[in-house]
């Protein structure tokens, strides 16, 4: 089999772990496999390297950030292949570029555009395993970029995909994915397998072990997706297309986003277009808008709450405060101390009653929903920060409590 | 003009220091010259990141050393970019790879065949600084390599030979070439001018302003070669191919290398090629032997000793002992505690009386001379290592003293 897997910065942080991480790797190339290795910057390289250009610059260009970020993981794979060296094992590793990894020129968060298999091919034909240096391509121009958060992730799903590997094992320091956040919910439940759309609803509301666009990535590619731990040997999460009926619960997770806020352009016009006025504002300034609740108010006015990553808030605040006249409201209210609570789940909406113990939960523990969003596979329920995380223990209780 | 600059690792060891040298590398770009800059590793970055690799295996592969010490020069280029980002200046950091600096395969002390004058100076026709890390290359595999010991002053050095530039400045903590130690000989003076042939003379003889490697390169392609400091704005000290009279000192300096070892063949037979055979099993070796004395002995029998790099003596040993039937000698003993001192100077060998000054000083302060060498610029004395500082100091003084 062609296996691709991924250890991310704390899995490599120290000799240590190198070690164990390649106790692995030498496990899986043993069994007969072919083994390429996509491997994240050392536990903290990352935030000291860009400490060090803070020092110098406190807004350094975007191009001169990657040019000394990548080093980070060039770090790892060189030390990871002098750790398997020293195993009698042999091991290459590979730059972004070597690989021709090539991406637009968003540079802090580009997008993958081509991989070359000429160059990885080749080692594994030489019998050796492929380290390769994740989160890094080079651009049309040949320059460096980094591909932003998740960034290493997507790297392997983007070379399993390319590969056509067997299988991309995501390696971790959680074992798995868990229906509610194992180290604040007591009761949560590793789950046997989850499909890509589950787990995007559940990456997207900030349940943080895959990122979402190497989620979506795999599920674009069909690629065969695992997350597991790192330090035990045990089989984690399969993310699919399909889960079969045995592995499956029907709610696959309570997820708490609390990175979000809250904005409120209040006493609007109760007329046509005013909605449109609003998000072409956020549309223009690239803010991305989640859940939207239009009440209606009196004397013709009306309030527009919606809300938006924590990080776009003061943006967002500005960009509306700028057209405030040609949106003509009354003034515009930011709410940082909310939190989104969700269950996710591909039997949430059409199995009867589902939907309704969420709130059933919200209520027995009196806390108040501020706006509510619902897909096919989900249900969001914004409430005061202060409440989110006896929301999600009370939430899990109900939907996993009797099982 | 078109300026290549090189700053050692010492210049830019800390957010001050990049500081510092951003302020040279601007007054240059703002007097009107298209500038090049080569950068070294960081302070100590290169030895961290060696204690790195050993700490997981104590001999990786050269291939993998030099992937993992490439970073250091590549933050370097990217910590300097933001730097004169800073302070509004157009910059641009590239590695090795990006200007297609093309190397031999030979992993941790590569020779550089070919480089791409093509990016550089689509950046430079941008009106922008170039920033351009040191030390590193590409070899046909598309591997990353390193020069080896004064790598980047050879990458210096090769960049202003092939963009035909006006001068090659490389920076570094001293003002410049002294006759002498200026931290151990208070009379050292430094010299406006030295040739590249002078010069050579006293890089391989232990004054390690300048790397070897680096002043050939300049010699071969006739490059304007400055050593100055980056701490004082002031001249330092030029290397050209002919020194003018008004510029020159019949003797260009005086200098040290403890770092030899003396090894004696004892007892070898008063035949015809015996020393061809010792020297021919140095060769197969790959050591390179420095000065040779043959004495001639009793009872047909003689001594061949001869000087070799610290660095190599054990090797050297081993070879000999290896060989010894082969050789037919007595026995082979090794000498660590010999120093070299010497004096070179264009006009060391056909001034008259100028050499028998050295052997004066030497006489005049009691120290015995066991072997001697002299080439058309130098003349050089194998001495006790713990005569060596006080050796160096009375040929200075005779040679300098009364100026």
New interface residues.
């Given amino acids: 089999m062609l296996i691709v897997q991924k250890y991310g910065g704390s899995s490599v942080a120290d000799?240590a772990k190198?070690?164990r991480v390649a106790g692995i790797i030498a496990d899986t190339y043993r069994a007969g496999n072919e083994v390429v290795v996509v491997l994240s910057a050392q536990g903290d390289t990352t935030d000291d390297?860009i400490e060090?250009?803070k020092?110098?610059?406190p807004s350094?260009?975007k191009?001169?950030?990657d040019?000394?970020l990548?080093?980070g993981e060039?770090?790892s794979?060189?030390?990871m292949?002098?750790?398997l060296?020293?195993m009698h094992l042999p091991a290459?590793?590979l730059?972004g570029?070597?690989i021709e990894l090539n991406t637009n020129a968003s540079h802090g968060a580009a997008r993958i555009k081509s991989i070359s298999t000429e160059?990885i091919r080749r080692e594994l034909d030489k019998n050796r395993i492929v380290l390769i240096a994740g989160f890094q391509g080079v651009n049309k121009y040949?320059?460096?970029t980094t591909l932003g958060r998740g960034g290493s992730d997507t790297t392997a799903v983007a070379i399993a995909a390319v590969l056509g590997a067997d299988k991309c094992q995501i390696y971790t320091d959680v074992d798995g994915i868990y229906t509610a956040d194992p180290r604040k919910v007591p009761g949560a439940k590793k789950l046997d397998a989850i499909t890509y759309d589950e787990m995007l609803e559940l990456a997207s509301l900030g349940s943080q072990v895959l990122h979402n666009r190497s989620v979506e990535m795999a599920k674009r590619y069909r690629v065969d997706l695992e997350v597991l731990s790192s330090y035990e040997r045990k089989p984690g999460t399969k993310v699919k297309e399909v889960v079969k009926n045995v592995e499956r619960m029907i709610i696959s997770g309570v997820a708490k986003d609390a990175n979000i806020a809250r904005i409120t352009v209040a006493g609007v016009p109760d007329e046509p277009g005013v909605a449109f006025r609003v998000f072409s504002i956020m549309g223009k300034a690239r803010i991305n808008v989640d859940i939207i609740l239009q009440s209606a108010g009196r004397d013709g006015r009306n309030d527009i709450s919606f809300t938006v990553a924590e990080d776009d808030a003061e943006a967002a605040r500005a960009a509306l405060e700028e057209n405030r006249e040609a949106i003509g409201c009354d003034h515009i209210a930011l709410d940082r101390d909310v939190a989104k609570v969700s269950v996710v789940g591909a039997g949430m909406m059409n199995s009867s009653g589902m939907a309704v113990r969420m709130f059933e939960a919200l209520a027995g523990c009196r806390i108040n929903i501020q706006m509510i969003s619902s897909s096919e596979i989900k249900l969001s329920a914004v409430i005061a920060q202060a409440d989110a995380d006896r929301a999600v223990a009370a939430i899990h209780e109900k939907y996993f409590g009797e099982s």
């Fill in positions: 000799a190198i070690e390297l060090k250009a020092e110098i610059n350094p260009s191009r001169e950030l040019v000394l990548t080093v060039q770090i794979v060189a030390l292949a002098m750790q060296e020293k290459v590793s730059t570029w070597q160059r040949g320059d460096l």
